[in-house]
């Protein structure tokens, strides 16, 4: 079909609700912390969240959205423990 597959996802930066059209993927990856949003002349880029907080450390204004990666929690008695699906597999 050609159409890009996405979303639009909403952020707020300076009180102003902003969007960007994602992939299924990038966005999975926004929700999870491994991305953050910065702001890049008049519009927004996505980066790893390891250089949104090199960026922070330099100009905080410039970084809108950045979450550090939650510890995932695991289950002692979790049978597939050793076995970790990757965060980028598509179904």
Same mark, same amino acid.
């Given at each position: 079909? +050609? $159409?890009?597959? +996405?979303w #639009? %996802?909403?952020?707020?930066? !300076?009180?102003?609700?902003?969007?960007?059209? /994602? %992939?299924?993927?990038?966005?999975?990856?926004? /929700?999870? $912390?491994?991305? $953050?949003?910065? =702001?890049? +002349?008049? $519009?927004?880029?996505?980066?790893?969240?390891?250089?949104?907080? =090199?960026?922070?450390?330099?100009?905080?204004?410039?970084?809108?959205?950045?979450?550090a990666?939650?510890?995932? /929690?695991? !289950?002692?008695? !979790?049978?597939?423990?050793? #076995?970790?699906?990757?965060? !980028?597999?598509?179904?």
């Amino acid at each position: 079909s +050609g $159409g890009f597959d +996405g979303w #639009f %996802t909403n952020f707020t930066d !300076d009180n102003s609700v902003q969007r960007i059209y /994602v %992939t299924e993927l990038l966005r999975n990856q926004l /929700v999870r $912390g491994y991305l $953050g949003i910065v =702001k890049s +002349g008049t $519009g927004y880029c996505l980066v790893p969240t390891a250089v949104a907080e =090199k960026i922070r450390q330099r100009d905080p204004a410039s970084v809108i959205v950045s979450e550090a990666v939650a510890p995932s /929690v695991t !289950d002692e008695d !979790d049978p597939y423990a050793d #076995f970790q699906v990757p965060d !980028d597999l598509m179904w």
